[in-house]
């Protein structure tokens, strides 16, 4: 008998005498990683002003440096998910980890602006972009890893829980990294990165195993039964909710690239105020995907908490839209037109960012655990491009009507995803559901 390609299919000696209690630790390296990478991901933009003064770039050059390594984890997600699915969540976190840490190393030898000398932006550019292709391996394998390691009865919380390293990541890069980067600099700064991925590689060696050969077997029977033979790449299901997935997502980068900006330009808030509202948005976006992972668990009710949260954004936004265009230029004038701008902002961003554990988890079950990677990859690859598009396209909007119009495309970016995160079963699921009723009856 012939074993499958798959990594699901094998087990590593040591996995064989670990006891189920051990998913937690597996959970905690997946956490680990994902936030590490977070921290440089989303942490190194918060440097932008003192990188432009460090490295002497405009505008427009900055926001290209920037770019490059977001393009680097677009490009890079599904290869990584692929190899996740033939080689196994350790190998691939190692690897990836591994060689994330050696690039931040290399800038910072390299790529780092220090008295009398300014590197060249080549090197920036490349070593950002470096990052991002090799830091991109986190997503898939630790999702994967969730996948192979929980039932169905826990898979949402677990799942929910791996999201939540993204914006804790990303908060704890707003705090540090500025900090680091204007009183020690930029060599240090690439150092702390390289050392915190560096220690998430050392928790996923100790941590990261395949489960038992009969575990994970029982785990792809329950949760790979509506996965087809032919993979995920071939599957329309799987690509109507990777499409979803990246669609929604566009609200919420607006929130978080220029909800700033909206507060401050026509809200005309203050510093703490505007602080206080995007920290809201992301300790709230935590709590609530802890809440919704465990919730959609016990009811199994995904597909509609998916729907509600979609129908919830759709309805919010457009209140923001028609908010913005009641107070025209004069949002200044009414503080109570400021505190409803802030405040419906706030549950916007809170909203269109609780759904993401649910619909990992919707996506992976569909796909299988066996051939989980490759499926949060392509969702990664959907999410990133994304991350691209809605910041280049929020100008243009701004310049043809105004914040009405940017808040009414985004509440249409979630009324086109409504439908395609809860796809409807294909004609053969539909036929063989009705054989079996009807053999019942």
Known sequence: MTRSPTSSSRSSPASTALSPRHRWKVLAAGVAANA???VAFSGIPMTAVLMRTGYQLDNATLGLVLGLMGLGIAVSELPWG??????????????GLGSTAVALVAMALWAAPAAGHIPGLGWLGAGLLLVGLLGGSVNGASGRAV???FDASERGLAMSIRQTAVPLGGGIGALVLPFVALHFGFATLYGLLALLCALSAAMSWAWVHEPAIAP???HAKAAGAMAPESGPLRDPRVWRIVAGIGILCAPQ???LSFGTVFLHDFGHAGLAA??????????????????SGRWTDRRRNRPAYLRACSALSVLLFAGLAV???AAGAHAADSLALRVALVALLGASGVCVSAWHGVAYTELATLAGAARAGTALGMANTSVFLVCFITPFSIPHLLALQGWPLVWLAASACALVAMPLLVPRPVVSDQKLAKTALSRST
Do not use: E, K, N
Request: glycine share 4%; no cysteine.
């Open 323 to 325: 908010l913005a265009m």
């Open 216 to 218: 994970v077997a029982s």
């Open 36 to 38: 590490a990478f977070s």
């Open 274 to 291: 505007i602080t206080a509202t995007m920290v809201s948005v992301q300790v709230g976006a935590m709590v609530m995907r802890v809440w």
């Open 253 to 255: 980068f607006a929130v």
């Open 82 to 95: 692929l190899l996740t699915d033939r080689w196994g969540d350790r190998p691939v976190l190692l690897m």
């Open 147 to 149: 996948m192979t390691w």
